[in-house]
């Protein structure tokens, strides 16, 4: 186990200004990811620093509007549990629920679950094949090697690597807003450009500088997050990353779509919003399958997916239309 020194955190702006000096601090919060990538040897700080005792950030508050601030320190198991979080915002409870064990999700941070890192086994494994977010220039084993559970959208020549959290796809769907805090103050990111594309840079999973704290999450209300549901498909059920998974929130006017958001897990580098599926599902009936499944193609007509993959692009759409009918039924 490579070591490191231990320390508690009770002042952010001292978090943030030590975090800002020293490239060998990392923040840890619950540990579910960054233990395991320290002891894959992806990550290999010299000082952890503990930010659970950090103030106010930890609690679910109402915003003016119906909305709601979610702690980046609040745990999944709580956020999933919220009856306001259930009652008007269904596809955050389900996909935390789907994500993980029940003892991870006790743990787990909902700041540390945007942040976690690509499970594609090149990364977080120790041999010395070439992996560009490992190691810089060092290449891609994936793009010509296994990668049946890599990227079907957004992906370069660097990296064919897919974001693994459920909860960011559902926060993609509902536009939520991750709150910043560095030296300068804070700033809001939209969720669509907290998550990168790989580029030429696959090392950066995120915006986030160095020296920055997510201190929370601020999700809108709609109309859509009322009716909304999120949909895993993966190998196993009792726990396993997402294979496809789709967040899928609709307003009716009956039973037509006056205006859907739909996201999906699983096939990009970031949660891959459907834009263009969303303007087409606008008016059809719900229960025009053959529409519905049209309007969802119009998304996939850049798909490119790779060797092993090429499943991901029926099973994706499948999993967006049962995501938004099953949506639906809620409104
Ligand atoms: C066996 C297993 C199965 C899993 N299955 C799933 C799954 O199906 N779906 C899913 O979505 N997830 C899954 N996970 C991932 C799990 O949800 C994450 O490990 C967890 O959410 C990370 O939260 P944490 O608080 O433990 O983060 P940590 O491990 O403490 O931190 C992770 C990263 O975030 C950074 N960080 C943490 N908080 C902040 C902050 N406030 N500001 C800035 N940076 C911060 C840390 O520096 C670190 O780089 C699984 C994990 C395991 C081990
Ligand atoms: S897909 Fe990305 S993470 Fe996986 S081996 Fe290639 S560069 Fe590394």
Redesign the pocket.
Known sequence: MHPFALSRADDPAQAIAAQERDAGL????????????IKDRA?LPERLLD?NCLPG?AGIEPLPGGGLRIG??AR?SDVAADAQVRRHFPVIAE?LL????GQ??N???????I???TRCAYFRDEDELPCNKRRPGSGCAALHGLNRNHAIFGWSEACVATH?????VALAALDAIVI?RGQAGERSVPFGDFHRLPGRTPERDTA?ERG????AIEVPASTEACASHYL?V?DRQS????LVSAAAAVALDGERIRSARLAMGGVAHKPWRLAAAETSLRGLSLGDSNGLRSAIAASFTDARPLAHNAFKVELAQRAALRAIVTAGTRA
């Not at 840890?28 to 990538?37: M, Q």
């Not at 789907?98 to 064990?101: G, L, T």
Request: net charge neutral.
């Open positions: 990392a923040f840890i919060a619950g540990g579910t990811d960054l233990i395991g990538l990550a930010i950030m980046a320190l999944m996909a789907a994500a993980a064990s991870l999700r743990m787990a941070s909902m700041g540390g679950n942040m976690q890192r693994p959290s459920d909860l960011a910043v986030l920055e704290l997510i201190v895993k993966r726990y396993e990353f997402a």
